[in-house]
T-cell receptor
Framework: SQKIEQNSEALNIQEGKTATLTCNYT??????LQWYRQDPGRGPVFLLLIRENEKEKRKERLKVTFDTTLKQSLFHITASQPADSATYLCALDMVVSSASKIIFGSGTRLSIRP | NAGVTQTPKFQVLKTGQSMTLQCAQDMNHNSMYWYRQDPGMGLRLIYYSASEGTTDKGEVPNGYNVSRLNKREFSLRLESAAPSQTSVYFC?????????????FGPGTRLLVL
């Protein structure tokens, strides 16, 4: 079955640096991959979607790449700020009982220290 | 727009008690979902409703039932709560249920089963 792995449980970096989070998956390649942000005590909030035929997508300080050969997506936050501290979840589509579903990784907790 | 709302925010149950978690969305979305989130496990799909009048099992449906009351409301029922059902429950909705769509999440219900 499809499995998603997000790099470390926690990532701690200095303000101003680029944070890079990893999402790896097994088995077949998804058609879409999404990234969500989740703050403590709140529900996830959508950030970006990238399609399998797109290598890169940007939104302000965020950049997502999608490498179907490596079965990996990288999520970058440039010029990181303490306000970027949160848990980031990747999600991808898979087929379950002949129906397409979205499955989520367990997330990476990012802390940006001033 | 309130988006996705959930009640209650927090609940403590004793083993064997029953309860219903309520979810409503005001975005006129067709599809609604129930997830549970446990530490290190990510979001796991319990049940979903692709459209009004239909419901289907997700990854972890055992011990739960759902009702799609109308287009706005999707409830999750625990008939006989067990400690293993201690978790944070999130309701989500999307416009048509496609895997390329954004899912909009509620704030969550924190459930503790003693």
């Amino acid at each position: 079955s499809q499995k998603i792995e997000q790099n470390s449980e926690a990532l701690n970096i200095q303000e101003g640096k680029t944070a890079t989070l990893t999402c790896n998956y097994t088995n077949y390649s998804p058609a879409y991959l999404q990234w969500y942000r989740q703050d403590p005590g709140r529900g996830p909030v959508f950030l970006l979607l990238i399609r399998e035929n797109e290598k890169e997508k940007r939104k302000e300080r965020l950049k997502v790449t999608f490498d179907t050969t490596l079965k990996q997506s990288l999520f970058h936050i440039t010029a990181s700020q303490p306000a970027d501290s949160a848990t980031y979840l990747c999600a991808l589509d898979m087929v379950v009982s002949s129906a397409s579903k979205i499955i989520f990784g367990s997330g990476t907790r990012l802390s940006i220290r001033p | 727009n309130a988006g996705v709302t959930q009640t209650p925010k927090f609940q403590v149950l004793k083993t064997g008690q029953s309860m219903t978690l309520q979810c409503a969305q005001d975005m006129n979305h067709n599809s609604m979902y129930w997830y549970r989130q446990d530490p290190g496990m990510g979001l796991r799909l319990i049940y979903y409703s692709a459209s009004e009048g239909t419901t289907d099992k997700g990854e972890v449906p055992n011990g739960y039932n759902v009702s799609r009351l109308n287009k706005r409301e999707f409830s999750l029922r625990l008939e006989s709560a067990a400690p293993s059902q201690t978790s944070v429950y999130f309701c989500a909705s999307s416009e048509l249920g496609g895997t390329q769509e954004t899912q909009y999440f509620g704030p969550g219900t924190r459930l503790l089963v003693l």
